[in-house]
């Protein structure tokens, strides 16, 4: 009964020693930051729509998956623009 419960053992052991050293692949970084892309020019489509809410909605999600600072600060000011106008229109409508 020892033999069988240290095998069975053993063989957990390097099941795990097996997960540990094949970790999980990363994401493409180039495929992460073409969706940023197309994430921040649906937001500029967005904008000139007057579509704030939405515009915002993808300025936010291109700043989060942004691989480059220059998308990233790009995307943030996308985001600050849009609370620009959404701010003077709540002020003019109150």
Known sequence: MGK??????????MAGCVLVN????????????AQAVNAYERG????GQGRYLLAR???SEAATLAVTQGLHD???AG????????????????
Do not use: I, K, W
């Not at 094949?22 to 930051?33: E, T």
């Not at 500029?44 to 904008?47: C, E, H, I, K, S």
């Not at 985001?79 to 109150?94: C, K, Q, S």
């Open 4 to 13: 069988c419960m240290g095998f069975v053992l053993m063989a957990m052991l």
């Open 79 to 94: 985001m600050a623009r849009v609370d620009a106008v959404l701010h003077n229109r709540r002020t003019y409508y109150e």
């Open 57 to 59: 909605e993808q300025f």
């Open 74 to 76: 790009d995307a943030a």
């Open 22 to 33: 094949n970790p999980a692949p990363s994401p493409d970084p180039g495929g992460v930051q």
């Open 44 to 47: 500029v489509q967005y904008m």
